[in-house]
């Protein structure tokens, strides 16, 4: 019998940082909205996933990739970046047209003002969404064979870390330990062992805890 790690599963984290919370928030405000979900489905996602299949697509990833505080400045500042990716099914006459319609809702939708009310409830500090808002709807890359198209949004935002602050010591965080929850998190790695006998059948399953 063979030992080997089927998967790993990601532990619950809680997102120590402002612009990390931001982006999974407005992820899951734009995956409340109906005409988005008929869009992309289930493909919106807080992160820049890599792993989609051609199948899966279009996707639409939100995430941040930079951000600044200034010394002695109570905010951050920094941009979300949404990245809509196109099945290369429509690179030809489609294309210009399909982008032009999921961009010009997305900029609709952060203009929106029940949106920005929405995710001020839901990020303590948020202070400007989408004032600046910026897309680039000429991007792409190659997939295997094929040409897949990609439109890239900027929003800039703004935070308050006054207020984000509160909300850490309401989960017992504070600027003196702010992050140290969220790293014990990552101090475990729970994985599958699976054992196969020499025609590739599973025999067994074990659980197996592994500290880091």
Sequence with gaps: MTERVDALQSPTLFLSGPAEFLAEKVAQALAAVPQFVQVFGPRIDAYRRMDY?????????????TYNKEFESWFITGELVLDVIFPASLRRELQQRFQDTVTSALCQQFRRPTFFQTLCEQVPGLNELGKEFSADKSLGFTWGQDQVPLTQIRANFRLDLRQWDDFLVQDERTKQDPFEKTLADLEVVHTLIEGENDSATVEAEVESLQTL
Excluded: G, K, M, T
Excluded at 53 to 65: F, M
């Design 53 to 65: 299949s051609q199948r899966e697509l279009p996707a639409l990833r939100v995430y941040n990739n």
